[in-house]
């Protein structure tokens, strides 16, 4: 006889289930995104996890990491270069272009909450499979939309309860200033190559404006006596990155103008921001130094170019990612309440065969009348069974003996004070219904 070696099975490295006991928060972060993006006129949308893998290499950039480093890319069965979406925006706008949402009224609004597939080394706050709440505007240029988004993830941040958010703010110009920005920055890094790390010397040939996103304490301390990009906006830029600020002193939102700040994606243009918890004990951020730590919920920008890059027509749009794992974790962590999703009304005690049987549809009755029965039909002991209402805290149980269901009663038991009363099986639904009124 052959011995089968016992495999002991994991989620994949950079995944986790999300279990019962975590689905309160879920359910709590997913009921305020809906809600607020609906009051802001949003509608929802969903992608298919996978997209053809050309549009996030022109999209998101070649050069950019969760491109080149991080996406998870294969070849299906037909030849199909696929990858598993590592950001929401991009398939949104091939929706977009697709399904002809240029003729709607503009700006469509949409929003999607998203599994999202990043190949990074796992930690706190950092996995391999993530969701985003993402919201999009599509088809208006106006600077009060850049605003509005950024209010919304206030908003959003107040619903939940939660303290100590930031927002950092940039403009990063568009195809007219960018270029005459991009070679003032290469003279000053080009007498500096030799110290970037290894990445940078690499962006420095393909991507320049990439260098004041690295990571790397050497080379963020280089960037600080960099050239800022938002002196060297034009116009256009400069006065809707002026109008982005008045509507948003305008709505009170409380924001901080970071120059560095330029967002790992290619497709964006003039305004980019993100949304930080200021917390000293935080992890999962990719702070190495000993100032508050930062820990980046979400972010986003404008990007007027991309509707053109994946071969529609120009159109302006603006839109934003929010990570839940990091909000949640958040949550968590500001001890910030999510109300059980299971709360039972009453208890169904049976006992013996002939009130199990009618157990069964009663149950039904008393589900479909909207009460929220809870049970344990594979127990036969009373004692167990009222161990297990009293566990639940249900304000109830109906107990259903072998007598009460000859004689077509049930008792109905006060938990708190242990008072009973035998009332007539089809009068009971109604009853309940009433007393879970008080
Ligand atoms: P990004 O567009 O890369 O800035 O991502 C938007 C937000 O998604 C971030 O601010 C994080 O909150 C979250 N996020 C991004 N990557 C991950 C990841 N690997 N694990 C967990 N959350 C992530």
């Known amino acids: 006889m052959t011995t089968k070696t016992k495999r ?4 994949p490295k950079g995944t986790f289930d999300i279990l019962p006991e975590d689905q309160k928060y879920w359910e709590k972060v ?14 929802r949308i969903d992608t298919p996890i996978i997209e053809d893998a050309d549009i996030y290499s022109l999209a998101a950039g070649e050069t950019a990491d969760v491109v080149e480093k991080q996406m998870y890319v294969f070849k299906s069965k037909g030849g199909d270069m696929l990858a598993l979406r590592p950001e929401g925006t991009a398939g949104v706008m091939r929706a977009f272009i697709e399904h002809g949402m240029a003729s709607l009224p503009q700006p469509v609004k949409l929003y999607y909450l998203a ?7 796992p930690q706190a706050g950092r996995y391999r499979q993530h969701h985003q709440a993402g919201f999009e505007i599509i088809g208006d240029q106006d600077a009060v939309y850049d605003a509005q988004l950024i209010h919304m993830y206030v908003v959003i941040g107040e619903e ?9 703010i940039n403009s990063i110009g568009c195809a007219k200033c960018r270029p005459t920005y991009r070679a003032q920055l290469l003279r000053y890094y080009r007498s500096r190559t030799a110290k970037l790390c290894k990445d940078c010397k690499r962006r420095i040939k393909k991507n320049p404006l990439r260098l004041l996103d690295c990571k790397e304490e050497k080379c963020a301390q280089m960037r600080v006596n960099a050239p800022n990009l938002i002196d060297h906006l034009c116009h256009e830029c400069h006065d809707h990155f002026k109008n982005v600020l008045e509507y948003l002193d305008e709505t009170g939102v409380p924001y901080v103008l970071n120059p560095h700040l330029v967002r790992g994606f290619d497709y964006y243009t003039k305004t980019v921001f993100e949304v930080f918890l200021e917390d000293e004990h935080i992890e999962g951020g990719n702070e190495k130094t000993h100032q508050r730590a930062k820990l980046a919920l979400g972010g986003g920008g404008r990007y007027d170019y991309l509707a053109k890059t994946l071969g529609g027509r120009e159109t302006p749009a ?7 794992e990091r909000l949640i974790g958040v949550m968590k962590k500001q001890g910030i309440k999510a109300p059980p999703l299971y709360k039972p009304d009453v208890f169904l005690v049976q006992l013996g065969a002939l009130s199990k049987k009618k157990s069964l549809r009663l149950f039904e009755e008393l589900r479909k009348a909207g009460i929220v029965v809870a049970e344990s039909f594979g127990k036969d002991s009373i004692k167990a069974q009222l161990r297990s209402a009293d566990r639940l805290g249900v304000k109830m149980s109906l107990i259903l003996g072998q007598k009460e269901a000859i004689d077509g009663v049930i008792l109905v038991r006060e938990m708190e004070t242990g008072a009973q009363e035998s009332v007539a099986i089809e009068k009971v639904a109604k009853l309940i219904k009433e007393r879970l009124k008080k």
């Not at 002991?8 to 989620?11: D, G, I, L, P, T």
């Not at 599994?115 to 080394?121: A, I």
């Open 8 to 11: 002991q099975f994991q989620s």
């Open 318 to 324: 603006v839109g934003a990612g929010l990570g839940l």
């Open 115 to 121: 599994p999202m597939f990043r190949y990074e080394q």
């Open 160 to 168: 939940l309860g939660l303290k100590n958010l930031s927002i950092e």
């Open 30 to 43: 997913r009921k305020v995104i809906a809600r607020v993006a609906l009051g802001y006129g949003f509608e």
